[in-house]
């Protein structure tokens, strides 16, 4: 049997603090849920928020579903990153050309947006910068993000089994 290497998955959006953590709570309790070894992180494009937690609206909407992001701390994407991690995922079409404007010609690592782990030929859509809005926003964002990171989940799972 090959051996695979831990999959690493680094989660993107403008400020870090609302959708990516959402994000890396959401991939890590997928990744645990079906026992499949990870590394996860988030990071932001932006600045304005490195060294904060999450916004409190995200921190209520993970917890509601038994997810505790709490302890995340900002931090915005480095060069680093892009040879760090395998999979980067995108919220938006923003955060998806900036990362590739970014992106070092010798990084291998895929950019892509983190909706279309759920439908890859229907065109994937965009996870809606909560921010400006109300919490209603926040529950429809960690919907989506629970959709991809159960999509991914089982995607790494089953390239590991050798599916
Ligand atoms: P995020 O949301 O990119 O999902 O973390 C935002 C957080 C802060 C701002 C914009 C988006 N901001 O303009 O401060």
């Known amino acids: 049997m090959v051996k695979m290497s831990v999959p690493r998955v ?7 603090i609302c959708r990516s953590p959402m994000a890396q709570g959401l991939f ?6 079906l026992g499949c070894q990870a590394v996860i ?3 932001g494009l932006a600045d304005f928020h490195v060294g904060k937690r999450p916004d409190a ?8 579903r038994s997810i505790d992001i709490a ?7 480095m060069d680093h990153d892009f040879y760090r991690f395998d999979q980067i995922f995108a919220m938006d ?18 950019v892509a947006l983190v909706m279309g782990l759920v439908d890859p030929l229907g065109g994937p ?8 809005g ?4 926040f529950e429809t964002v960690i919907e989506m993000l629970d959709q991809a990171a159960s999509a991914w989940a089982a995607q790494v799972t089953l390239a590991h089994k050798g599916g």
């Open 10 to 16: 680094l989660l993107v959006c403008l400020g870090n």
């Open 28 to 33: 890590e309790h997928h990744a645990r849920r």
């Open 41 to 43: 992180d988030s990071a």
């Open 57 to 64: 609206r995200a921190i209520e909407a993970a917890k509601a």
């Open 71 to 77: 302890h995340l701390t900002a931090r915005q994407v």
């Open 93 to 110: 079409m923003a955060n998806l050309s900036d990362l590739r404007a970014r992106q070092p010609q010798d990084s291998m690592a895929t």
């Open 125 to 132: 859509a965009a996870v809606p910068d909560p921010y400006f």
């Open 134 to 137: 109300d919490r209603s926003g």
